[in-house]
């Protein structure tokens, strides 16, 4: 017992030791929040992307309204070429639909029969699905993050 506790005040004294034990307990800590902010910052960051792509469709919607399902197709194309180049990402979903609107009702994806026909309204909505999987996940810390993004432009 005495050389333990003779040992423990030898190490108490030693400021090189208690730099080490220091060291120890904040690196870990440190490293942890390195990686926090770097997956926060990626996080952030994809977001951005995908509000670029989708508001870049919308802007190709307002300059020139698709008239038929290819029109539509290639805008799709532009969308997932912008937040995909590559194809590589599995979870990447866009869509460019045609949607309809009676008044104030909901929108539905085929034309009905308005009471007035001045009342129906033809939308184009772009809508991306992503999933971002952050490192810590690896960990057993945290969850993948779903994003889904929705903008409809209004044609008729």
């Given at each position: 017992?005495?050389?333990?506790?003779?040992?423990?005040?030898?190490?108490?004294?030693?400021?090189?030791?208690?730099?080490?034990?220091?060291?120890?307990?904040?690196?870990?800590?440190?490293?942890?929040?390195?990686?926090?902010?770097?997956?926060?910052?990626?996080l952030?960051?994809?977001?951005?992307e995908?509000?670029?792509?989708?508001?870049?469709?919308?802007?190709?919607?307002?300059?020139?309204?698709?008239?038929?399902?290819?029109?539509?197709?290639?805008?799709?194309?532009?969308?997932?070429?912008?937040?995909?180049?590559?194809?590589?990402?599995?979870?990447?979903?866009?869509?460019?639909?045609?949607?309809?609107?009676?008044?104030?009702?909901?929108?539905?994806?085929?034309?009905?029969?308005?009471?007035?026909?001045?009342?129906?309204?033809?939308?184009?909505?772009?809508k991306?699905?992503?999933?971002?999987?952050?490192?810590?996940?690896?960990?057993?810390?945290?969850?993948?993050?779903?994003?889904?993004?929705?903008?409809?432009?209004?044609?008729?």
């Amino acid at each position: 017992m005495s050389t333990a506790s003779s040992l423990l005040g030898r190490v108490l004294r030693d400021s090189a030791a208690t730099m080490a034990v220091e060291t120890a307990v904040v690196a870990p800590v440190l490293a942890l929040l390195a990686l926090g902010g770097f997956e926060a910052s990626s996080l952030v960051a994809r977001k951005s992307e995908l509000d670029s792509a989708v508001a870049e469709a919308a802007a190709i919607v307002r300059a020139s309204p698709p008239a038929d399902a290819a029109a539509r197709e290639a805008i799709r194309s532009v969308v997932q070429g912008s937040i995909d180049p590559t194809g590589s990402n599995p979870y990447d979903i866009v869509t460019v639909d045609e949607i309809y609107r009676c008044g104030t009702g909901s929108y539905v994806p085929t034309k009905p029969t308005c009471a007035m026909a001045a009342d129906l309204t033809t939308y184009i909505e772009v809508k991306v699905i992503d999933k971002y999987v952050p490192n810590w996940t690896k960990f057993g810390v945290g969850s993948p993050v779903d994003y889904l993004l929705v903008r409809r432009v209004l044609v008729a």
